[in-house]
């Protein structure tokens, strides 16, 4: 199996610009940044997935993802702020993680949002099976 680049980062095996660490979370620069400045938050302990993450660690990670958030409009001035996190398929790295991503207008970053039709049959169908299911859980 591959090492976790995440891991190496953390352990101080692989070079990063590390902007923020404590003993749970570590936070560094993105090699291949949307923008200057993208952060990404990653926890100490290895996850592959959003599901699988300790609430507790979850909890410390967002808190210190608003921090560098924060951080970043004050040092860079930005328009705004994008927080992306990804699972499944569409990861690029097996290690959770979020990206803070300092935003600009017109950076060229977006979403192409496709044109989904949802009626409100099925959102209403949707909403009762998604709420039998977390009276299951």
């Known amino acids: ?3 976790c680049i995440f891991c190496g980062i953390i352990d101080k095996k692989v070079a990063a610009h590390t902007i923020y660490e404590n003993e749970s979370v570590c936070c560094f620069l993105d090699t291949h940044p949307i923008n200057k400045g993208h952060i990404l938050v990653v926890p100490k302990i290895h996850f592959q997935e959003f599901s699988e993450v300790d609430i507790h660690i979850l909890q410390e990670v967002i808190r210190i ?7 970043i409009e004050e040092i ?3 328009d705004g702020i994008t ?3 990804e699972n499944g398929i569409f990861k690029d ?6 990206h803070i991503i300092p935003r600009y ?3 060229g970053f977006y979403f192409v949002e ?3 039709v949802v009626t409100q049959e099925d959102s209403t169908k949707l909403k009762e099976q998604m709420r039998v299911h977390l009276d299951t859980k």
């Open 83 to 85: 927080v992306l996190q």
């Open 1 to 3: 199996m591959e090492e």
């Open 114 to 116: 496709p044109e989904t």
């Open 76 to 78: 860079l001035h930005t």
């Open 93 to 98: 790295i097996e290690h959770y993680h979020i």
């Open 65 to 71: 993802a608003q921090k560098m958030a924060v951080l």
């Open 105 to 107: 207008r017109d950076d």
